[in-house]
């Protein structure tokens, strides 16, 4: 699939989902925003947005390099694909997000 055509993206999903599809998976989130957006917009199927290794690790070293609060930027990261129609995040940051969440 082109990354860059997100009308074949969302033809995929339609035939994913007339193939018995119960949950739409966007992976990776954070280039894909605009998918979830638009899916959510699209169909009626609970959306998963799976935010991967490497969106973990780039924000982990920008931190670790003090360029950004880590805990500010993973509630941002996952603010926003939240934001952009993900009913389901899977994140390394999940442990995390729920203590920053609860406090």
Same mark, same amino acid.
């Given at each position: 699939?082109? %990354? =860059? $055509?997100?009308?074949? =993206?969302?033809?995929?999903?339609?035939? #994913?989902?007339?193939?018995?599809?119960?949950?739409?998976?966007?992976? %990776?989130?954070? %280039?894909?925003? #605009?998918?979830? /957006?638009? +899916?959510n917009?699209?169909? #009626?199927? %609970?959306i =998963?947005?799976? $935010?991967?290794?490497?969106?973990?690790?780039?924000? $982990? /070293? @920008?931190?670790? +390099?003090?360029l950004?609060?880590?805990? =500010? @930027?993973i509630?941002?990261?996952?603010?926003?694909?939240?934001? @952009?129609?993900?009913?389901?995040?899977?994140?390394?940051f +999940?442990k995390? +997000? @729920?203590?920053?969440?609860? /406090?």
């Amino acid at each position: 699939m082109d %990354p =860059a $055509n997100s009308d074949q =993206a969302m033809a995929e999903i339609a035939l #994913d989902i007339a193939e018995g599809a119960d949950i739409i998976m966007v992976k %990776p989130a954070l %280039p894909y925003l #605009d998918i979830i /957006c638009r +899916a959510n917009e699209r169909f #009626d199927t %609970p959306i =998963a947005a799976y $935010n991967v290794s490497g969106e973990y690790m780039m924000l $982990n /070293c @920008a931190a670790d +390099a003090g360029l950004l609060d880590r805990e =500010a @930027a993973i509630l941002e990261v996952l603010t926003s694909i939240k934001r @952009a129609g993900a009913d389901i995040i899977i994140t390394y940051f +999940a442990k995390e +997000a @729920a203590k920053l969440i609860t /406090c």
